[in-house]
Antibody, heavy 119, light 108 residues
């Protein structure tokens, strides 16, 4: 069965950096696009970033573009999100999700990892 | 940027039908997906490509999409359907994935 397990969350000061990881299993990781989606406390879902199956294309929400970088290591079945210049408004649970290409749905989600940006 | 608008809340009695709308400019031309999220849990895909159901999702969940409105319909509502529901599309003009504002379904 498909499993996605996020890690790397924690408390970081404003302006700091953090790298999230998402370990995937139960499917051919190298054949699927992957997403990061976040949810601030008590708020709705916000899409953050997408990477194609081969890493050739990456898309970002305007709110994180230039600060966050999505990447993947298909040899390790792992997705990453490098977050720099963190702000208080980046505080959220970050989910990784399995996608496809372009209009395909996010059909499996991890349980999420909490990132808190606070001094 | 593309915006998807949902009603903040919908209340329904057990056994009745809940309808959740998702409004967007010409949304009928896009593939709409719907997610269910219960408190403290990750979202779960319940309808994709406007009206298809993933395996394991009850037939009580159905969807439609036309014009400027997509709709998720939950028939014969049960207490376990109480959750937040989000619509989602891919906006090809910006290469952005967009979620709706979310609807809290309360079973009376």
């Amino acid at each position: 069965q498909v499993q996605l397990v996020e890690s790397g969350g924690g408390v970081v000061q404003p302006g700091g950096s953090l790298r999230l990881s998402c370990a995937a299993s139960g499917f051919t990781f190298s054949s699927y696009g992957m997403h990061w989606v976040r949810q601030a406390p008590g708020k709705g879902l916000e899409w953050v970033a997408f990477i194609r199956y081969d890493g050739s294309n990456k898309y970002y929400a305007d709110s994180v573009k230039g600060r966050f970088t999505i990447s993947r290591d298909n040899s390790k079945n792992t997705l990453y999100l490098q977050m720099n210049s963190l702000r208080a408004e980046d505080t959220a649970v970050y989910y990784c999700a399995k996608g496809g290409i372009y209009a395909r749905p996010l059909d499996y989600w991890g349980q999420g990892t909490l990132v808190t940006v606070s001094s | 940027s593309y915006v998807l608008t949902q009603p903040p809340s919908v209340s329904v009695a057990p056994g009745q039908t809940a309808r959740i709308t998702c409004g967007g400019n010409n949304i009928g031309s896009k593939s709409v997906h719907w997610y269910q999220q219960k408190p403290g849990q990750a979202p779960v895909l319940v309808v994709y490509d406007d009206s298809d159901r993933p395996s394991g999702i009850p037939e009580r969940f159905s969807g439609s999409n036309s014009g400027n409105t997509a709709t998720l319909t939950i028939s014969r509502v049960e207490a376990g359907d109480e959750a937040d529901y989000y619509c989602q599309v891919w906006d090809s003009s910006s290469d952005h994935y967009v979620f709706g504002t979310g609807t809290k379904v309360t079973v009376l």
